[in-house]
T-cell receptor, first 108, second 115 residues
Framework: QKEVEQNSGPLSVPEGAIASLNCTYSDRGSQSFFWYRQYSGKSPELIMFIYSNGDKEDGRFTAQLNKASQYVSLLIRDSQPSDSATYLCAVNDDKIIFGKGTRLHILP | SAVISQKPSRDICQRGTSLTIQCQVDSQVTMMFWYRQQPGQSLTLIATANQGSEATYESGFVIDKFPISRPNLTFSTLTVSNMSPEDSSIYLC????????????FGPGTRLTVL
């Protein structure tokens, strides 16, 4: 069974620091990788996608992919209280499989 | 990204009844997806709805329990039939981006409580 694993948290990070969220996946054939942000009571919002090894930067967000290690991460620079949410890692093979999410809490 | 709306946004239903959830997209899309998110859990795909063909259900989900309609390229419905408290969940529809590898976009969800 294909799996996507995340630490459930909560991960507490001081405001202004870098938040690092990690995800591992089981299917070596996976091609596309996504990070979604989900605020409490809201639906998931796509914030990053990556499908090549290395880093992809978009504003304060950087997605990192290492296919050899089957590992994908999300870095949030200059963390803000508004970044407090659950972050879902998702992996696309023939369908998208979601991890259970990591709760991130930015401390003011 | 597509703009997706769902109706109702929430409902409280009695055991044994059925509820139909509507999903409307502001552009034509080939595939629409229905997910369930139970409290504190991640997203579980129920089925993929293609226009003009039967929906494709994931393991553990059956058409009798979750019938789906897809009458055109901008609309789909999911019915939760013969509900029990275990069906209490958030139900979400989603569509793929124009480039499938760029992910899916979700509607606002329907929060269902079954008493």
């Amino acid at each position: 069974q294909k799996e996507v694993e995340q630490n459930s948290g909560p991960l507490s990070v001081p405001e202004g620091a870098i938040a690092s969220l990690n995800c591992t996946y089981s299917d070596r054939g996976s091609q596309s990788f996504f990070w979604y942000r989900q605020y409490s009571g809201k639906s998931p919002e796509l914030i990053m996608f990556i499908y090549s090894n290395g880093d992809k930067e978009d504003g304060r967000f950087t997605a990192q992919l290492n296919k050899a290690s089957q590992y994908v991460s999300l870095l949030i620079r200059d963390s803000q209280p508004s970044d407090s949410a659950t972050y879902l890692c998702a992996v696309n093979d023939d369908k998208i499989i979601f991890g259970k999410g990591t709760r991130l809490h930015i401390l003011p | 990204s597509a703009v997706i709306s769902q109706k109702p946004s929430r409902d409280i239903c009695q055991r044994g009844t059925s509820l139909t959830i509507q999903c409307q997209v502001d552009s034509q899309v080939t595939m629409m997806f229905w997910y369930r998110q139970q409290p504190g859990q991640s997203l579980t795909l129920i089925a993929t709805a293609n226009q003009g063909s039967e929906a494709t259900y994931e393991s553990g989900f059956v058409i009798d329990k979750f019938p789906i309609s897809r009458p055109n390229l901008t609309f789909s419905t999911l019915t939760v039939s013969n509900m029990s408290p275990e069906d209490s969940s958030i139900y979400l529809c989603s569509v793929e981006s124009l480039r499938a590898a760029a992910g899916q976009f979700f509607g606002p969800g329907t929060r269902l409580t079954v008493l």
